[in-house]
């Protein structure tokens, strides 16, 4: 392994006591507060113009229906994202954004667009269907878009591909469709009162089944394909700008595409809606949900391919690629740690199962020239953190390993005096189960040898000509 600093100073970089006292704006905790406040802010005026238009009674109803698919659409999206799990603040931001900001941008554009038109053209219907066919589809894929365009920017280490794109994009349209179901659901709400209608036969039954049972997933839909393109721009080198450029808005043109088809589908006869539900959503969203998936198992055997080279290197122990490549060996890492150790120590198996995998991201990165200029620095210091929770991780990942592999028919020869010798029976010392073999000297380590089980800085270089800094 490298030698260097973990946090090396360029040459040309001033010293530490030398930097410049960043300014007040560039604190990261002004900017956080920034946030918090501009997305507050938008949600109470998004609320104020909801309850103005559906009234107290019609709004606490629209809200507790609008409630209904938001857990399931979250535990969708956050369990697609278990292999690499983000930051919940990410996801938190995420939601917000569209329920609040991207809801309020989409509320004030939509009206002024369709008073502007129908002022212009003397023609209010004309100008009803053109905003919901054009006008709508543009501005709140736009307005949806522009939350992963801020996790892609200024939380770049926390999206490397398509999984984080489909996860970002999938929880920012739920927070999106959860403000307009209220206001869909408030305002037949209202239309049942005054015409006194009840039961499966009013409007708000409709519209529920509409948007909630049959179609909770359209804004998801829609916007996982701008996700998709910022994924995708994830995967690009750094040098490809326009690769990175055009790739998310090819994605943002396909999800205003798909949502002006949706918004217009009544445009096309008495059965549109649910030709374009048949023929288009239904097969779309089986398409994107099986790319997910593929894409999630891909995640999977990227890990068990790029962390055998840091097993070679000693850092991690044999057994590791395949646990952390597996979902159902991983679970059982953290009961194992749990009920052995506590809950404590379930939750260092958990941060080592998530910095084990950022590794193997990052080094797929890296082989295939993608990675940034700090890959060496943020491989140092992913190396180190995994090497400080390695005391109940191993053994917990080691017992999964054993309890998940497959099983394999192995044919052993009689147990007869010098006949496992060729062929390594058990009992034999030449077996790798063997003793001798298990109490084997732990590797060579850069400070000097150790035993097995001793605490040293860093592990072992056991194959000198191997450098994990090249592909």
């Known amino acids: ?185 408030g305002n037949a709400f209202v ?76 445009v096309f006869g008495q059965y549109g809606f649910f030709t374009v539900y048949a023929l288009i959503m239904l097969p779309s969203f089986g398409l994107l949900t099986w790319l997910a998936i593929w894409t999630r198992q891909r995640e999977l055997r990227t890990i068990r391919a790029e962390l055998p080279a840091y097993t070679a290197a000693g850092w991690l122990t044999p057994p590791e690629p395949f646990a952390l490549g597996s979902m159902r060996a991983r679970a059982l890492a953290r009961d194992y740690a749990s009920y052995t150790w506590g809950k404590a120590a379930a939750r260092t198996v958990v941060e080592y199962e998530r910095y084990a995998t950022s590794l193997a991201f990052l080094r797929h990165r890296g082989r295939s020239g993608r990675a940034g200029a700090d890959f060496v620095v943020r491989e140092r210091e992913l190396l180190e953190r995994l090497w400080e929770r390695r005391e109940p991780a191993r053994p917990a990942l080691a017992y999964a390993a054993r309890a998940t592999a497959p099983v394999t028919p192995v044919m052993l020869p009689m147990p007869y005096a010098g006949y496992g010798a060729g062929y390594g029976y058990p009992g034999h010392p030449g077996h790798p189960g063997h003793p001798a073999h298990l109490q084997a000297p732990y590797p060579q380590a850069p400070y000097g040898p150790a035993p097995y089980g001793q605490p040293q800085p860093y592990p072992a270089h056991g194959h000198p000509t191997y450098n994990p800094y090249r592909s």
């Open 191 to 266: 239309t049942d009162q005054l015409s006194r209608d009840s039961g499966l036969a009013s409007v708000t039954a409709a519209t529920f089944f509409v948007r909630v049972v049959m179609s909770p997933f359209a804004h998801p839909l829609f916007t996982v394909l701008t996700g998709i393109g910022f994924g995708l721009a994830a995967f690009a080198a750094e040098r490809h700008h326009l690769r990175r450029v055009l790739l998310p808005l090819t994605g943002l043109l396909l999800a205003m595409g798909m949502h002006a088809l949706w918004n217009g589908s009544a």
């Open 1 to 185: 392994m490298a030698t260097s600093p973990p946090y090396p100073i360029p040459p040309e970089a001033p010293a530490p006591g030398e930097l410049r006292r960043a300014h007040w704006w560039q604190r990261r905790a002004i900017r956080a507060a920034g946030l918090v406040t501009l997305l507050a802010l938008s949600g109470l005026v998004i609320l104020a113009l909801v309850r103005e238009q559906t009234g107290t009674e019609g709004f606490l109803v629209g809200l507790g229906l609008a409630t209904v698919p938001v857990p399931l659409l979250v535990a969708a999206f956050r369990w697609l994202d278990r292999v690499a799990p983000g930051p919940w603040r990410n996801l938190l931001f995420s939601f917000a954004w569209g329920a609040c900001a991207a809801a309020l941008i989409a509320i004030v554009a939509n009206s002024f667009a369709i008073r502007w038109i129908a002022t212009a053209t003397a023609d209010p219907s004309s100008a009803d269907t053109l905003g919901a066919t054009v006008i709508a589809p543009i501005v709140e894929e736009s307005a949806k878009a522009a939350a992963i365009l801020l996790v892609f920017l200024f939380r770049r280490r926390d999206f490397t591909g398509l999984v984080d794109g489909v996860v970002i994009a999938g929880v920012t349209a739920t927070g999106f469709a959860f403000t307009e179901n209220i206001l869909y659901l």
